[in-house]
């Protein structure tokens, strides 16, 4: 008898054995498209990067020059004035 397996197919070694949950958007913001790399750097899958209307990114994730961890910033509801995503200053990418 066979055993089937039910686990989705990906690396054993991965840190985050689980899918990664979005943090909730903003108002008015959307999810854009899931990079596979952010400057250099390995992106976990299911991070995409942050639309704000009218708030366009100078940079996409895979040509983003950013590396430095501090140098993003918080986005969240104006209403409720609490940030809940950590966002990439250059490309948008969700470093939260
Ligand atoms: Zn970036």
Redesign the pocket.
């Known amino acids: 008898m066979t055993m089937l397996m039910a686990t989705t197919p990906v690396a054993d070694d991965t840190p985050y054995p689980h899918s990664y949950e979005r943090p909730p958007l903003p108002e008015g913001a959307s999810w854009g498209h899931a990079p596979a790399h ?2 250099g750097g390995y992106v976990h899958p299911g991070r995409a990067v942050l639309i704000l209307p009218g708030r366009p ?1 100078p ?3 895979e040509r ?4 430095d961890p501090l140098a ?1 910033e918080w986005y969240g509801s104006h209403t409720e004035g609490e940030a809940t995503i950590l ?7 969700d ?1 939260t």
């Open positions: 952010h400057a990114w940079d996409s994730p983003c020059t950013n590396d993003n966002a990439c200053r250059r490309c948008g990418l470093v």
